[in-house]
Each structure stands twice: as C-alpha cells, then as structure tokens.
C-alpha cells in the first residue's frame, strides 16, 4: 500500500503564467506564434485549470505510486521480450506470456490469481464468467449496490434473455439492496440482508448508468466485512470496471473474493486492442477460467495471435498514467460545467473512485448535443454524426460518442448516455487531459 503525498507537480497551462523568452536566441516572430498559441482553451476551461492545480498534483502523486506497484510486479515476473510473442491453434507453443502476465496481473492487484485473456470480448463477458463460476442452481446472488448495469440485466434475469442461459434459466435466485437517499451503500439494509442461501455479493464499483457515487475500495472493504459477519461462506464478486488504478489499493487487497473487468478500460492502458481479466482468490480464478474454457482446461490453452501480447504489458504498464490523466478529464469536465449550472456526479474537486464523470443535461437535445460535440472533437470519425438507437445488452435507447483508435474503448476519451431522464451524460476516458480541455470548448458553444 502506498500513502500517496504532494510531491510533483502537474504544470497545469495558467493564464496568468508569462512566457519568459530570450530575444537574442529566439527571433521575435517565433515568440510571437508561440504566444498566441500558448492558451488553446476557452476563457472556461483556463480558469478551471488554474483552479485544479492541487487536484493534478495529487493525481501525479497517485500515478507515480501506482506505477511503482506495477514496476515492481514486472521485475518478479521476469517479464523479457519473449513474452510478446503471439500462439496459434491450442496456443500450447507459446513463450511463458500468459504465465507471466497473469503473475504480474495478480501481485498489482493484490490477488492470489489472475486470468488475463484476449477471449474475455467485454467486461459483461469477464463478470458472466465470474459470476457462473460462483454460483449454483438454488443459489441466490445479492446485488449490494442497488441495480446493476445495464448489460448484466440479461444475464441476471432481470430481463428476458429469451431463454438463453441467464443466471435466473439455471434457477439461481437475485435480490437487491436499493441504494439509499444519497446515492451510496445503504449500510443499514446491508447489515440484515446476507442470508444462509445468498452465495455471492456483487458489488458495483463503479456508478454505471445510475446517477449515485461510485464507491471507494474502503467502502467495498467496509462492506465485505458486513457480509461476511452474515455469512462467512458468501463469496464477494466485484466488478471493478472504471475503477482499476483509481485509488492506491484494489479491492482484493481488502477481502474481495473475484474481481473482474476489460482491457478496453482502465487496465489497457488505451493500447490492448481486447481483452478483459478476472483476479481474486485462486480456487475462484480457477472455476472461472474453466467457464471461459471447459473444466479440465483452465488457464493452459488459448492462442493468443499477432502483437497482442505485447500490447497487453505495455497496456498495463501504461495503464497507472492513463488513468491519471482520465482522471484529471473528470475534474476538469466537473468544473467546467458546474460553473455552468449543470449537476455533476462525482462534485467538483472531490476525490474520485472510478474515471466516470456523469453530467445532468436535462433534456435529449442537450445530450445529443454533448455527444455530437465530443464526435466533432475525436481524432477518428470526427465526420461521423452519433445516431441514438438500440444497442445489444441495454434496456433503453443509447447514444455513444467514441470517435476512439480501438472500437468501443472508454479508456480512449468517449462519452455515452441512455437516452431517459434525467438525460446524463457519461464520460470517460482520455490519452491526457488537455484532450478534454480542448473538448470542452467545442461542447460549451453546443449547448
């Protein structure tokens, strides 16, 4: 565990900073460009820069602590080039890459066992496979966080999934904890409702599509000793999307059993082109690896072709500075439009446990608007123009802005929203923070 302290600084762009310039090396032309071009932002965007210095310091400061824990869980695993080289057929032939991965993967997160793959195609897919490891028919599952996202409705039972396989076809039995008033965990209705026959506790890291906090790894820590007081053979399954290398710590360092989540979020560090994980103890890696696979196969086949190997390190090493800058994206888009007179989930300035900043536009024009806006701004598909519609996995009507190098990857700058009250948008995402400085501009003159 690292004690994060401010100690770097993040040379945030102030309007108030002079350019200091040597007129006898620099001919007075070039001062003069680079003067005009010093502040690309609004007047909006400059302030709320200024403003945040602290808040990019202290994330600088979580980067580096971040990066350490991943540094050193590369140098015990040994990791050489000759783990990113890609497998055919069974992928029996390759190099020691999945071992070590899946070693490094593990100590980062705190866990016994990891599982590391590119055949996890989402996050839905990695949790699905967790979920069906954990679970048996007459079971019953309890969501602890309020209702769960929109994807997993399907795979719950919540929703028809038309008799193909959910959780609820296979007799297992869902309940919910409703969140309380103000959006997080309702400790008094968690402390009674662990029963004998609940058999896994899934904990949403992250706010989802729902307009509430996203929870703090000690709020997930203080949650599963509630559950186990109740039910000491419950097992505690949490889906971490959005929330790795947030914080210092990670929820299996706090008691979590599994967690799981995608590579095209934060541990990818923008640069795995697929992929997700599941970590946690290792007799429950164990049973979820055979979902994914069959029993008796387990974490020892699965081709993995071409570069991707080597992505997927890189991705994860990458993957602590990424989610810096993702980081400062939220703080900025909360500060920016609060200023505005918008609700913003998480507040502005305040610690934040996921890399999801949400926004209340009010109406559908306002977050077709927003989504429009971020498209204009992306680096691919800024011609593109984002059409509401139905999505595989969602309940309502879904716009996405995700003009992104990897289709679908929110841990590139993206934003997306269900088109139903109260019109929220949901960004996330991000190579660096001026991305969404620049963003911004584009957004406030569109609505």
Known sequence: MCIVSNFISAYPIRASTPIVTSPLSIPLNVINAHQAIANPFVPEVVKAVDALHSEFRAVDNLVACNTTRVLKAFQNARVGSHHFGGSTGYGHDEAGGRGALDQAFAEIFGAESAIVRSQFFSGTHAITCALFALLRPGDELLAVAGAPYDTLEEVLGKRDSGGLGSLQDFGVKYREVPLAEDGGLDWNALMSSVKPKTKCALIQRSCGYS????????????????????????????????????????????????????????PGGTIAPCGGY??????????????????????????????IMRAFFQGLFLSPQMVG?????????????????????????????????????????????????????????????????ATPGYASEVIFADGTFIDGSTSELSCDGPLREPFAVFCQGGTHWTQWGLVLGEVLKSL
């Open 325 to 389: 800058e993702a980081i400062k994206g939220s703080f900025l888009i909360a500060e920016v439009l609060a200023s505005k007179g918008y609700k913003v989930q998480p507040l502005p300035r305040v610690p934040r446990s996921d890399t999801v900043q949400a926004v209340q536009l009010g109406s559908r024009e306002h977050l077709l608007a927003f989504c429009e806006a971020v498209q204009r701004s992306s680096p691919v598909g800024s011609y593109t123009k984002p059409v509401a519609g």
């Open 211 to 266: 307009w509430r906090q996203s929870l703090s790894v000690n709020d997930i820590g203080r949650a599963i000793k509630i559950i186990k007081k109740q039910n000491p053979s419950c097992s505690v399954m949490v889906d971490n999307c959005y929330g790795e290398f947030v914080e210092s710590i990670e929820p299996p360092m706090v008691g979590a059993d599994l967690i799981a989540g995608s590579l095209i979020k934060n």
């Open 278 to 307: 599941i970590a946690g103890k290792q007799k429950c890696v164990d049973a979820a690896a055979a979902r994914l696979s069959a029993p008796g196969l387990g974490v020892d086949c699965g081709s993995t072709p071409g570069d």
